[in-house]
Each structure stands twice: as structure tokens, then as C-alpha cells.
């Protein structure tokens, strides 16, 4: 994502592409454990979630500039947040059958 974000910068990038990325970077969020998300809490994890559902199941409500601006904004301190859990963690984030709902 943050790829796609470097190369998209500020000219934009394809609905398609975007949503795409969004889904397949943010559904792990899903099944990371509660307890897990709760010492990282500078992030909405649930509001994250749900936005990749929104994008996923194709609401044609979804207005492409408010959800590029979240990735733009949002989204790298999020996978940056990420990479920090992984370092924590030794290298590999536990998942849990229990996703967000």
C-alpha cells in the first residue's frame, strides 16, 4: 500500500488499483487479536476494518477522493504501526479466527 501510495502521490490513482490494494493489505487487520490491537490503541482498527468492507463488497456509494485522502493520510502511519507489531513481535503477527466485526 504504501508503494501504491508512493507512486500515486498527489495525481491520484485508479479506483480499481486503490481498491484492490485496500482490500488485500487491510483484511489481516481483521484477524489481528484484540488484545493485540488494544497496546497499539492510536489507531481506529474497527474504522479501518470497515472501510476495506465498504471498498470489498462494493457499496457504489464510496466516494473514490474521501477514500483516497484516508489512504493518503491515514494509511501509512497505520502500516507503519504494523511493521512496528512485527518487530515486536519477532517477526510474525498472531491471527485469530475472531475478526472485527
Wanted: net charge negative.
Amino acid at each position: 500500500m504504501q508503494r501504491i501510495w508512493r507512486r500515486c502521490g498527489s495525481t491520484g490513482c485508479g479506483e480499481w488499483l486503490l481498491s484492490v490494494a485496500l482490500r488485500f493489505w487491510v483484511k489481516p487487520i481483521k484477524r489481528l487479536p484484540g488484545e493485540l490491537r488494544e497496546q497499539y490503541p492510536e489507531h481506529d482498527w474497527r474504522g479501518a476494518a470497515g472501510l476495506r468492507d465498504i471498498v470489498a463488497h462494493g457499496y457504489d456509494w464510496v466516494d473514490h477522493e474521501v477514500l483516497w485522502d484516508a489512504v493518503r493520510d491515514d494509511f501509512p502511519s497505520l502500516f507503519a504501526t504494523l511493521e512496528q507489531m512485527l518487530s515486536d513481535l519477532g517477526g510474525e503477527l498472531p491471527m485469530t479466527d475472531d475478526a472485527i466485526v
